[in-house]
């Protein structure tokens, strides 16, 4: 039978794996925002070329992680490949995509 001090012991170790989670639920959600201001950036600057396929994909990328849509997450960096040249800061964007598609978050 379980007793009043395993509750609570089981209580500790879930709050101590939620608050985990958060934190680093956190630093996924700010490792996205930094890529997508990079992206930016870049793309102001000149130094990375979007295709309006791509900018589009990465548009609905945002949209999907927000609603953890898992199927649209994959389509969309599938698209991101098909649309045109993947590498650097767009590598970082799908890195962090399949992070929330996932929902594993590395520390």
Not at 11 to 39: C, H, P, Q, W
Not at 56 to 71: C, E, N, P, Y
Request: negative net charge; aromatic residues 8%.
């Amino acid at each position: 039978m379980l007793t009043k001090k395993d509750y609570e012991a089981a209580d500790k170790l879930i709050e101590g794996a939620l608050k985990m989670y958060d934190e680093s639920f956190e630093k996924a959600k700010n490792r996205l925002t930094e890529v997508l201001n990079r992206i930016a950036d870049l793309n102001q600057s000149g130094e990375l070329y979007l295709s309006y396929r791509q900018f589009k994909s990465i548009v609905r990328l945002i949209v999907a992680i927000q609603k953890h849509d898992v199927r649209e997450i994959e389509t969309q960096v599938e698209n991101l490949y098909v649309h045109g040249e993947v590498s650097g800061v767009l590598k970082e964007l799908i890195d962090v995509a399949q992070e929330f598609e996932t929902l594993n978050f590395e520390e």
